[in-house]
């Protein structure tokens, strides 16, 4: 049966819920802080899972959250694969969220950026041809895992999130998928954010001809460039917004979801703008992550 890895970050999410985001040179109080179980890693496997497509995660946690690990297996996650390290704590990130929903993030990477090279035979020698793999930019192993995974005839969807320079340097001509958001996509075409939008998308195309390449936009929705179809759009769900930490990753669990069980773009396209608006009215990032139900189940 095809089953998707997901090689990816494992996070504890300490959220301030806060009137207006902090400023430069500014301190501001709160009264809410909780912590929850996150990183887009385990986000987008945690989505997976619920969105009904069989997941392996594959990543590396501090030696004193393998309850986080636990979770992610009462999640419906196959987690053999989830290493614990005694040298490194886990990676953790600070996150602000405002009145309106809005967020800022400071991630640390901890034991996500010091997986063992070792990992990669270990979780590919159980990988079968025309499998998935799913890459985020939050650990250190990724442009090893693309080689790697395009050598066992594996199909790959990046997210190259949080963007950095150096993703440029990556093997993109490994990745089947791309699935952005518009700061991501600016980065990769080497073009301002905020440049038109169907401009950002040709050049993105001619970049990378042959893969299919998915912009999130947030209220606005997505688009779908891919070489089978061209381009599809879909306009985003209504929803009462409480936080969209996990809006995005919740998108690309369902739509990869769809994707690999050979549903068309569009229809890929309309069940993860379903899935992020249900979780966008919810707080935290695992806990708002909805069920295929629960998407089925959401009225428009």
Same mark, same amino acid.
């Given at each position: 049966?095809?089953?998707? &890895?997901? %090689? +990816? ?16 040179? $500014? ?22 899972? =619920? ?22 297996? $009462?999640?419906?996650?196959? *987690?053999? %694969? ?18 309106? +929903? ?12 010091? &997986? ?17 793999? @799913? ?13 790697? +995974? ?28 791309? *699935?952005?958001?518009? &700061? ?14 169907? $401009? ?24 779908? !460039? ?5 381009? @599809?759009? !879909? ?15 919740? %998108?690309?669990?369902? %739509? ?32 708002? *992550?909805?069920? =295929? ?8």
């Amino acid at each position: 049966m095809m089953k998707v &890895i997901n %090689f +990816g970050s494992l996070n504890l999410d300490y959220v301030y819920q806060v009137k207006t985001l902090v400023q430069p040179g $500014e301190t501001i109080s709160c009264d809410t802080m909780t912590r929850f179980p996150g990183g887009k890693g385990a986000n987008q496997s945690v989505a997976l899972a =619920r969105a009904g497509i069989p997941v392996w995660h594959a990543g590396m946690l501090g030696a004193n959250d393998e309850w986080m690990r636990n979770l992610l297996a $009462e999640n419906g996650v196959d *987690i053999r %694969f989830v290493r614990l390290s005694e040298t490194w704590p886990s990676g953790h990130a600070i996150i602000q969220v405002d009145a309106r +929903g809005m967020n800022s993030i400071i991630v640390y990477g901890g034991a996500n950026q010091h &997986i063992p090279h070792s990992l990669i035979g270990q979780v590919l020698d159980e990988a079968q041809e025309g499998d998935w793999l @799913v890459l985020q930019n939050e650990i250190n192993l990724t442009p090893e895992l693309l080689k790697a +995974g395009k050598a066992a005839g594996m199909k790959i969807c990046f997210n190259p999130a949080p963007f950095a320079a150096d993703v440029l340097d990556f093997p993109l001509d490994c990745v089947d998928v791309f *699935i952005l958001n518009e &700061i991501e996509a600016a980065g990769l075409a080497r073009r301002p954010v905020g440049m038109d939008l169907d $401009e950002l998308v040709e050049e993105l195309q001619q970049a990378f001809s042959e893969s299919t390449l998915c912009i999130t936009l947030g209220a606005d929705g997505a688009v779908c !460039q891919s070489p089978e179809t061209g381009l @599809v759009r !879909q306009s985003a769900f209504a929803a009462r917004v409480v936080d969209t930490t996990a809006a995005g990753d919740t %998108f690309i669990g369902f %739509f990869l979801a769809e994707i690999a069980q050979r549903a068309s773009i569009q229809a890929a396209l309309e069940i993860a703008c379903k899935a992020a608006a249900v979780t966008i009215s919810r707080h935290g990032a695992i806990p708002s *992550i909805p069920t =295929r139900q629960e998407v089925d189940d959401f009225k428009v």
